[in-house]
């Protein structure tokens, strides 16, 4: 089942960008690009949780419905 979680991403001064979230505990990534972060925090977040499902069940985020809004990064 695929669900939905909300995913902060800030530019370091360094140039990497760093993705966390206030619905995951622990979700920590950091890649070089957009698309880079998105991909390690998808399976750190995959990660987190199948860990918490065995300790406290299904998590309580919303699944993804027949339609919804998605901000999509393009690179030029």
């Known amino acids: ?3 939905i979680v909300g995913i902060h ?3 370091l001064p360094e140039g990497y960008y760093l993705a966390t979230s ?6 920590v990534a ?3 690009t957009v698309s880079e972060t998105l991909e390690i925090a ?3 977040a995959r990660k987190l949780l199948e860990a918490q499902a065995g300790r406290r069940g ?3 985020l919303p699944t993804v419905s027949e339609s919804f809004e998605y901000q999509l990064v ?3």
Request: glycine share 12%; charged share 40%.
């Open 1 to 3: 089942m695929e669900r």
């Open 9 to 11: 991403i800030k530019k």
């Open 22 to 27: 206030e619905q995951i505990q622990g979700l």
């Open 30 to 32: 950091q890649g070089r």
């Open 42 to 44: 998808r399976d750190v």
């Open 58 to 60: 299904e998590p309580a």
């Open 74 to 76: 393009v690179g030029s």
